[in-house]
């Protein structure tokens, strides 16, 4: 592990440069530098092992004597640097930064300078349903469980990986109970800042929670239902595409992926059809984009869209089933505040076919839409406080079934306005504590109410 000690002899070796050698004419910035460095040494060396008179600089010096200290030198930094090599190089403290599109400690990999990087988040909660709206039972669950696993080949290539644990079990043989995945496997190679290329099981660009999903990053225990049913959360296709930035303002990611699997949908929405990366159905293509602006003029805000389209039926029902999905977003932080609304609104050509196939309605039109608002309230009360606060209201509207196919019933259940207030409290950066209460309003039937209390934590 990089530790205080191996940061030390850094500071030793890079000192014991700087004063032996001509050729360090600054504190080198990487182990490949000091590399360089004695590379450099080993010619000056071999320079003055062939040269007969002493040098001018250096009269009370033997041309013997100065190799030797040269080569001692030279010996004692090249043990020293490949001893730090084949360290595991994680910080003590690492900085959190959000890079590429992926969440924080899922961009561990692109800090490193070369070789492994492990992180990782998880998340538990209890849930309490109000019981005179439903039969819901109370429920304490260790949600997720995940480790992040990338390695840096070179500068110009690696790969980032994330293993996920759900509901502390392997299953049983049931997925409700819990299983084990891999969310994303990618490789990344890097090209220019304006193209660089993915290849793998690839985050589809939608929305923003599917990428950065880490649950400090987003307020209430839950991830936002719109993001799960209309947006499906977390949504991961086999593929190939390009991401980079167009100006250091404007930024881009797109994909080719394999389709949906319509027989997959449901009247909860399209989350099913998701292929997933195990052996995801590829008769027919998708197609992904994004486009996210960070205005210089407003600081901390951020503005987006994305979209997906592709043919869904994969030749298992006599039609193409093109399902298209769209969504806007913006986002504002500035100081304690903070501000998140999205849209989105999708459509499923030849529905009144998929409804036939699997026996129950599928929309042919479905929507959602929320927007939330936090603030940090307590430097207001400890104006020098590291710690966090923040109360929160979230509001959100979707149906999975905004218009039914001919010849068949439109399901109320299915359009609900929820309404959320909870805290969030932050002792450090990377641990969370929340609570949370969401009150459901549904056209038709009833849906309980919860109390949520849980915790989150990424390394």
């Known amino acids: ?7 030390l002899n850094l500071s030793i070796i890079g000192s014991l440069i700087l004063s032996s050698s001509a050729f360090a004419l600054e504190k080198p910035k990487s182990m490949d530098d000091m590399w360089k460095i004695i590379e450099a040494q080993q010619k000056q060396i071999e320079a003055l ?7 001018e600089e250096i009269p009370t010096k033997s041309p013997h004597s100065e190799v030797k200290t040269l080569e001692r030198k030279t010996d004692i930094l090249s043990q020293e640097v490949e001893k730090l090599r084949t360290n595991l190089a994680i910080p003590e403290e690492a900085q959190y930064k959000s890079a590429y599109g992926m969440g924080p400690a899922a961009s561990k990999v692109y800090a490193v300078g070369k070789g492994l990087s492990i992180g ?7 849930q309490a349903n109000v019981s005179d709206k439903g039969a819901a039972k109370d429920n304490a669950d260790m949600e997720r469980m995940v480790l992040y696993v990338g390695y ?6 690696l790969f980032n990986s994330e293993i996920e644990f759900e509901h502390a079990s392997s299953g049983e043989g049931s997925e409700l109970k819990g299983e084990v995945g891999v969310e994303f496997a990618s490789l990344d190679f890097f090209i220019d800042p304006i193209a660089n290329a993915r290849a793998g099981l690839v985050l589809m660009p939608m ?26 959360s977390t949504w991961r296709e086999m593929g190939a595409g390009f991401f980079g930035s167009i100006t250091p303002n404007l930024t881009y990611t797109a994909y080719v992926v394999n389709g949906l699997d ?9 989350a099913e059809g998701r292929g997933g990366g195990s052996n995801a159905k590829a ?8 486009v996210d602006y960070d205005p210089t003029f407003v600081n901390g805000l951020t503005v987006g869209a994305s979209g997906y389209v592709g043919k869904s039926g994969q030749k298992q029902l006599n039609a193409d089933v093109l399902t298209q999905l769209y969504e806007a977003h913006v986002q504002w932080k500035y100081r304690g505040l903070e501000f998140r609304a999205l849209g989105s609104l999708g459509f499923i050509d030849d529905a009144g076919i998929v409804s036939a196939a699997v026996g129950q309605t599928i929309g042919s039109q479905n929507y959602g839409y929320y927007s939330e608002l936090g603030y940090d309230i307590l430097p207001l009360i400890l104006p020098n406080t590291t710690h966090y606060l923040a109360p929160f209201v979230r509001y959100e509207k979707l149906d999975t079934i905004a218009k039914a196919p001919t010849g068949f019933a439109d399901d109320l259940t299915k ?6 207030v909870g805290l969030q409290y932050k002792p450090i950066p990377n641990v969370v504590i929340k609570a949370d209460y969401r009150n459901y309003v549904t056209k038709q039937g009833t849906h309980p109410d919860d109390f949520n209390l849980g915790f989150g934590f990424i390394f």
């Open 1 to 7: 592990m990089f530790n205080s000690k191996n940061a």
């Open 262 to 270: 319509a027989l997959g949908f449901s009247s909860d929405g399209i």
């Open 283 to 290: 008769d027919n293509f998708g197609y992904t984009a994004r």
């Open 152 to 157: 840096k080949f070179t500068d110009k290539i």
């Open 415 to 420: 359009d609900w306005q929820i309404y959320q």
């Open 120 to 126: 990782g988040y998880g998340e538990g909660n209890y």
């Open 49 to 55: 092992q062939n040269t007969k008179s002493l040098p």
């Open 207 to 232: 929305g923003l929670v599917n990428r950065i999903h880490e649950p400090l990053f987003y307020f209430g225990n839950h991830r936002p239902e719109v993001e799960q049913r209309i947006i499906p």
